[in-house]
Each structure stands twice: as structure tokens, then as C-alpha cells.
């Protein structure tokens, strides 16, 4: 069996939807279940969106017993109301358990969605500009909750073409859950619209951002490759980066 990792031997995160599959593998095997099991229950969750651990059918019913009696559980955002601006702008406001808020945004450019999510509730980089700089922080959001505000969102009938991390939040504030998400939305046993779609990952987001995951880019590439393969394993934050150093856009 492999090194179990840090964020399941704490106990602490029992949230089965904030779990990339190597997670879930790791998981599966210290509760003893069949490690082909993860694949169902990360599939179920991130591709089916199922609310509850029962509802995984291809589980057997002792093992999903067993998984809710360890206290185990799916999360799910609460979607507490839905704006729309004059210039056609949807914006969608979540609440946290306790009752944090924060948006999301659709923007809208001709036949063309961006989708505009978050990675915290209010901001600690108090950007002058900035409304939610104004703000100050309030939380970080779990990878789980990043996934979910795509999740609820697309769910409701509204396509997204691109997805940027430029809602709320300076996503290298909050680098493992934000590659968490990446991840997760990554995964072809869920979404996987990672490559296609996912494009920027922010820095001082409204200063510098790099491409993150752009097969257009692959000296960004490089930079995404960093933070998924050596930050988040090693337990290091992943490196902030000039975007002008590999060629990304101005913001
Ligand atoms: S980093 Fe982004 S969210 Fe935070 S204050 Fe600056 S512009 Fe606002």
C-alpha cells in the first residue's frame, strides 16, 4: 500500500466530493474496501452528482454502511439566490455552512460563456480597485467547493466555455485546494473539462495570471505541472509566477 496521504489520516476531511481519485484509491483501501471502488464513487459524484453515499448503487451496501458510519459524506453548496445585471451578467450567490458568502459570475460574450468562479470568500490582497479587497478574507474554499460552483451552476442549464478562477479570492492564496479542483475537474472519470477549458489560474488576478493547463502553452504547462506534480505532492506551495516570464496575457 502506498504512503497514505496527510488530509485522510487527520480525519478531519470526510468529504468524499473534496477527494481526487489517487485520494479516494488511498481511502477505499484504508477502509477496506476494492480499490476499483473509487472509481465509482468519484464518478457518481463528479459525474452523475449524486447527493448521498447510498445513491453509489455499484457499491456494495456494507461497504457504503460502513463508509457512513465512519462519518463519511458528500458536501453540497447552497445556492441562495441568482442576479442578473443590466449588461446580461449572471451572477450566482453561495452560501458556506456557516452561512459565508460568495459569488460566482457567468459572463456572457456573444454564443460564449465565461464561467468566473472562486477560491475563497473575500480576499486578503485588498487590491484598491477591488470590491472584494474591501471586503477583507473571510475563508478559504475546500476544493470541493470550487468543483461545486461549476457543478450547480452547469447543472442549471447554463453552458460554460471557459472556466477562470476570477471570482472572489487570489487562487495562489489557497494553492492546494485550488489544484485540488483542477484536478478533480480534470479527471475523465468526472467532468473532464480541465484541458479544454479551464484557462487561467490567478495572480493578483485583475494584475497577472498565467494559462494554467493549456496545451496552447506549454511552457505554462510547465508552470501547472509544478504545482500538480511536485507542490501539492511534496506538501509545498506551489511557485507564484510572472506570467510576462512565460508568455501569458496581461490582465
Ligand atoms: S486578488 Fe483579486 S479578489 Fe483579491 S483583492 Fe485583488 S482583485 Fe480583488
Known amino acids: 500500500m502506498g504512503q497514505i496521504l496527510p488530509c485522510i489520516l487527520d480525519g478531519m476531511d470526510k468529504d468524499l466530493k473534496n477527494k481526487t481519485l489517487p485520494e479516494l484509491e488511498q481511502l477505499v483501501t484504508q477502509e477496506q474496501g476494492r480499490t476499483f471502488d473509487a472509481k465509482y464513487i468519484f464518478s457518481f459524484i463528479h459525474e452523475k452528482h449524486i447527493g448521498t453515499i447510498e445513491e453509489i448503487s ?37 452560501a458556506l455552512p ?19 468562479i472562486s477560491s475563497q470568500a473575500g480576499c486578503k490582497m485588498a487590491c484598491g480597485f477591488c470590491a472584494t479587497g474591501a471586503v477583507g478574507y473571510l475563508a478559504n474554499l475546500t476544493g470541493a467547493q470550487i468543483v461545486d460552483q461549476v457543478y450547480q451552476i452547469t447543472r442549471a442549464g447554463h453552458s460554460a466555455h471557459n472556466i477562470v478562477y476570477m471570482g472572489m479570492g487570489e487562487p495562489f492564496d489557497n494553492t492546494q485546494e485550488v489544484l485540488r479542483s483542477v484536478r478533480i475537474l480534470n479527471d475523465p472519470a468526472g467532468q473532464h473539462i480541465g484541458q479544454r477549458r479551464i484557462d487561467q489560474v490567478g495572480y493578483r488576478h485583475a ?9 496552447r502553452n506549454p511552457a505554462a504547462n510547465r508552470v501547472i505541472d509544478y504545482g500538480l506534480d511536485d507542490g501539492v505532492a511534496d506538501g509545498h506551495e506551489a511557485r507564484l509566477v510572472n506570467p510576462h516570464e512565460y508568455g501569458g496575457r496581461d490582465g
Open 207 to 215: 494584475a497577472a495570471y498565467v494559462h494554467a493547463i493549456d496545451s
Open 98 to 116: 456557516d452561512d459565508t458568502r460568495f459569488e460566482a459570475v457567468l459572463l456572457r460574450d456573444g454564443d460564449r460563456n465565461t464561467l468566473c
Open 58 to 94: 455499484p457499491l456494495p451496501k456494507s461497504f457504503r454502511h460502513r463508509l457512513i458510519e465512519a462519518g463519511y459524506r458528500i458536501s453540497s453548496l447552497d445556492l441562495v439566490k441568482r442576479f442578473v445585471d443590466p449588461d446580461g451578467t449572471l451572477k450566482f450567490l453561495f
